[in-house]
């Protein structure tokens, strides 16, 4: 139950003071960076989950990344596009505080995500041979909904809290909804909300940096220790991979809690950096992934050029020739018949004439 003092059910977002000329651009941009997100991960999901030789635990950890992209870029996106096209900067309550929710579960579904996902290459990496031991479906299961888990315990916890307090006033500063702005629509006191929000805040950092941290450590003096060449490039390569897309992950998401505390920052590099952490992560995560992985690549490349398993291709190229007695016409021709296998490559061709 939202407790509203002395103002309206709505609230107002910082628009984007769109002119005339520049709404359809906006709303063209915004449309296909949410169906490139959609397309993308949905892509990635069913890639991962349709084949089951790649039902690996680097997989199933991975088809978490672009569920957890959806949820936090359908969040946003149809807030935004809504404001594009109505040109209204009123949302309800409690549309807000769902969006703000989704969004908190998003951040953190992505520092703990990554997390197990640098753990299970520790374990790929640094102790092969117990490797299938430890990742077993069980225990997968069992980090998974660990992962989950303490995304809606932490953040359920932190909007338990937001939801006990008053509001009065219904101005936000930020194109979208979250924590932080919330609270400085609320006329009672916050300290409580403050702390609980830098402690889960600072502990998911710690444990998600620590994290990453010790087994990319462990990973790089494994991998300088080893004498084959090929398995090196390939762990660094997917380590690589992985790393970059946490850095971008973490620098963007601390960026926007640090401004939010800050109020010498200019609004629109804060608004920037804010937008940024919702359309950069999960546009380029499923394409990073998609493209760097060579099992996910490899289905990929087959299912876009798949072709069925055995068709014929005729062409007739004929042609007619006066005869020069008489008056009836000659065809001649010939017939080409073309085999291809399953992947799409070429078999056999024959050609057969006739006249």
Not at 36 to 63: A, E, G, R
Not at 162 to 169: G, Q, T, Y
Not at 268 to 283: A, C, D, E, K, Q
Request: proline share 3%; charged share 15%; net charge positive.
């Amino acid at each position: 139950m939202i407790n509203l003092y002395n103002t309206s059910s709505f609230i107002q977002l910082q628009g984007l003071d769109l002119s005339h000329e520049s709404v359809f651009p906006a709303f063209l941009f915004a449309t296909l960076n949410y169906m490139i997100i959609l397309f993308c991960n949905l892509t990635l999901i069913l890639t991962i989950v349709l084949n089951k030789s790649l039902h690996q635990p680097m997989h199933l950890f991975l088809v978490n990344l672009p569920v957890n992209d959806l949820i936090g870029s359908s969040a946003f996106f149809p807030l935004l596009i809504k404001e594009i096209l109505t040109n209204s900067r009123m949302v309800h309550y409690s549309s807000c505080i769902a969006q703000a929710f989704f969004i908190h579960i998003y951040a953190a579904g992505s520092v703990f995500i990554l997390s197990a996902m640098a753990y299970d290459r520790y374990i790929a990496i640094c102790h092969p041979l117990q490797y299938n031991t430890f990742m077993t479906n069980a225990n997968i299961m069992k980090i998974i909904t660990l992962v989950w888990s303490s995304c809606l315990v932490l953040i359920g916890g932190l909007f338990i809290l937001l939801l006990r307090l008053r509001f009065c006033r219904s101005e936000m500063s930020n194109l979208y909804c979250d924590n932080a702005n919330l609270l400085s629509l609320v006329c009672d006191n916050t300290v409580i909300n403050n702390i609980y929000a830098l402690l889960i805040t600072g502990l998911t950092q710690v444990l998600a940096n620590g994290m990453v941290l010790f087994t990319y450590l462990r990973i790089l003096i494994a991998c300088f220790r080893s004498k084959q060449t090929d398995t090196k490039a390939k762990a660094l390569q997917t380590c690589a991979t992985h790393l970059f897309v946490f850095l971008m992950m973490e620098c963007l998401g601390l960026f926007t809690i640090i401004s939010s505390r800050i109020q010498n920052i200019s609004p629109h590099l804060r608004r920037f950096i804010g937008v940024s952490t919702l359309i950069f992560p999960p546009t380029l995560n499923s394409i990073i992934y998609g493209l760097r992985t060579k099992e996910i690549r490899e289905k990929l490349v087959k299912v876009f050029r798949k072709k069925p398993f055995r068709y014929f291709y005729y062409e007739l190229y004929a042609m007619q020739q006066q005869v020069k007695e008489g008056s009836s016409n000659c065809l001649h021709g010939e017939l080409r018949l073309k085999t291809f296998t399953e992947d799409g490559h070429l078999r056999d061709d024959h050609v057969f004439t006739f006249s």
